[in-house]
């Protein structure tokens, strides 16, 4: 439909404000992380020719990398008003990469895993699982994996046709993935493991596809896994 000429100007203002509190957002979350380490390779500045030095471009100026994070708005306040229905009061909102970093570096029983190099925390949710890769105290890389517990749970009430809540239960009792050390022992277990294979096998690929991706763009080599 037509729009008015006041409509029209206030559009490129709500755009550039749009944009401004993006930039805000990225900066006060990267600073709130505790900062990123610089990219192994320098970065280059998109629009600007690189200088050429002895028939070879010279190296592109060094920049910065910034991890950002986004949730819905919807999803923030159910958050904050999940602990007001407890007596609580949120002081505020920690994206997961911050948080992961602190949790390593405050629990005692994580020792060894601080001291053998960069460590990939690996949590699998009920929708989602968050792949978080730290070095020397601070978020290096971080992903989220649009699949979870619930699709396993899925799957099972699929092969078994039970209820979610039926196959959640069973889940828990009686998820298995054999291996060649521990295969299935029956035509039953086979049938829990193939159940069961059929979504956690893209999970893996998934997550061997997300390491090696960080150690190219971060040079990381994982030295610990904390699932």
Do not use: N
């Not at 099972?156 to 959640?168: G, N």
């Not at 096998?201 to 994982?222: D, F, K, N, S």
């Amino acid at each position: 439909p037509p729009t008015s000429d006041s409509q029209q100007r206030r559009r490129p203002r709500l755009a550039l404000l749009a944009a401004a509190l993006a930039v805000a957002v990225a900066i006060g979350l990267a600073m709130a992380i505790g900062g990123l380490p610089p990219a192994k390779a320098p970065t280059r500045v998109e629009g600007k020719a690189p200088a050429i030095t002895g028939g070879r471009a010279a190296a592109a100026p060094e920049g910065m990398r910034v991890l950002t994070c986004t949730m819905r708005r919807t999803r923030a306040k159910e958050l904050i008003d999940l602990v007001a229905a407890q007596g609580g009061e949120a002081r505020g909102l920690l994206a997961a990469p911050g948080v992961y970093a602190r949790l390593l570096d405050r629990v005692p029983s994580l020792t060894e895993a601080r001291t053998a190099g960069p460590v990939a925390v690996v949590d699998i949710g009920h929708e989602r699982t968050e792949v978080v890769v730290i070095h020397q105290g601070k978020t290096a890389y971080a992903r989220t994996l649009a699949r979870g517990g619930k699709h396993l749970t899925q799957a099972i009430a699929r092969t078994w046709r039970l209820s979610f809540e039926e196959a959640e239960r069973a889940k828990h009792t009686d998820g298995f993935i054999g291996s060649s050390a521990e295969p299935p022992a029956t035509e039953a277990w086979q049938r829990v493991h193939d159940a069961s294979l059929l979504e956690m096998a893209p999970l893996a690929r998934e997550l061997r596809q997300t390491m090696a991706t960080c150690r190219a763009r971060t040079g990381a080599q994982i030295g610990a896994l904390l699932m």
